[in-house]
């Protein structure tokens, strides 16, 4: 399993902290994608805070291209359709 992503340095130091047993990938960010839900009566509204760096097909190791399965997300526009 692995993590391809963009961040700032802060979080860049972080991630192996809480994922130790993932493979990671992150290129470095001015700012890290963070957003925020709020429920009420049901209903979500999700509040985009800051924007990361959009992620570019050479962010994708060369090793990982051809896996089998692949989960994008969480926000769209953070990657361009030929990934």
């Known amino acids: 399993m692995g993590v391809v992503t963009c961040a700032d340095a802060d979080l860049i130091a972080q991630i192996p902290t809480y ?3 993932i493979a990671l990938h ?3 960010s001015a700012q890290t994608t963070t ?3 709020y429920y009420h009566e049901g209903f979500r509204t999700q509040y985009l805070h800051a924007r990361g760096e959009p992620l570019q097909s050479s962010d994708v190791p060369e090793a990982w291209q051809h896996t089998p ?3 994008l997300g969480p926000w769209r526009r953070s990657w361009p359709p030929t990934l």
């Open 19 to 21: 994922l130790p047993d």
């Open 26 to 28: 992150v290129r470095p």
């Open 35 to 37: 957003f925020a839900n």
């Open 69 to 71: 399965i692949v989960l």
